[in-house]
């Protein structure tokens, strides 16, 4: 199988340049865009002297700015990971949240539909479901986001799903629950829990919990969601639709404090304080969506995902 050419907006981030990583270790060509507002250079060191990938410096929310580079680039796919990640900052910032959440997205249809680009993936969250009492979260539970950012994604979405009904472009959104692993960065207070509490445990500074730890997570491991992300950009049969990106287990604070509390003995014990208001309590998914249409779905088991995190 020839190698496909994937565009990837926000490739040096997180996700992305995990993603990126996956793609090109599969022999895939791949373009990675980000205008490294959070994202950094440094998460691309291992593959920038790679012949199969470049990168470019680039705001995709800018009018057209995809769309010259898919008219050059030529991609059999586009990745869209690039995105406002900070929930608060959606909500202090809302027009902010508009441009690179919405805005950004219609950008990345437009140059599909004006360049014959046939299949785009969009980094979508769990964030759409909101507070919702049945669990686990199947992807046809309601959708009752409780943040600008939630809205966002739902918003998005929907526009891929019309793109998808009117112009045939396969458009796959993959609903992320929690993601965690190597090049998360701790340092941000919008960071996940994960890292966040990992970053502590090694330099030996307590964590806070707030309430009393029973809260509970579905925490998916990043070299699943960028395989799944590769998986959908290179499959070979036709894909598209909503998809859950997630485990089905369910982890709670004082689960991950356990695994924690066994690799650093003796840190400080955690400092508790009252649950905040607004905090979801739980969230799980279900994965068998994604099963059946990947045939894959993320597994690694959490003990060894964050043991792969605390040893980078
Ligand atoms: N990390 C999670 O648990 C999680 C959960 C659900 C959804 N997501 C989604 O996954 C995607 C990736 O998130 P992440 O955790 O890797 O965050 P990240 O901040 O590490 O990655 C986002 C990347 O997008 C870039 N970017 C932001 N605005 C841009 C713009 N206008 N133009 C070009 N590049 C821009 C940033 O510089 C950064 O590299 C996002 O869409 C996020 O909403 C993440």
Sequence with gaps: MA????????????????????????????????????????????????????????????????ASIVERYHPDTIIHLAALVSVPRGETEPGLNYRLNVQATHEVCEAARRHQ???????????????????????????????????????SEQLLEGYRASYGIETVCFRYFNVYGPRQDPASPYSGVVSIFSDRFRVGQ???????GTQSRDFVYVGDVAMANALAATSETPIYGTFNCCTGESTSLLDLIAVLDRRFPGAPKPEHHPERAGDIKHSLGDPTAIQSALKFAPATPFAEGLGTLLAD
């Design 3 to 66: 190698g496909k050419r994937v565009l990837v907006t926000g490739a040096a981030g997180f996700i992305g340049s995990h993603t990126v990583d996956r793609l090109v270790a599969d022999g895939h060509h791949v373009l990675g865009v980000d205008d490294l507002s959070t994202g950094t250079q440094e998460n691309l060191s291992g593959i920038l002297e790679e012949s199969r990938f470049n990168f470019e410096k680039q705001d995709v929310s800018a009018p057209g700015a995809v």
């Design 117 to 155: 680009v046939p299949r785009i993936v969009f980094a979508s969250s769990a964030a759409v479901y909101g507070e919702c009492a049945e669990l686990p979260l199947a992807e046809s539970a309601p959708t009752i986001p409780v943040s600008q950012y939630g809205y966002a994604k739902r918003i």
């Design 206 to 212: 307590p964590v806070t919990i707030y309430g009393d």
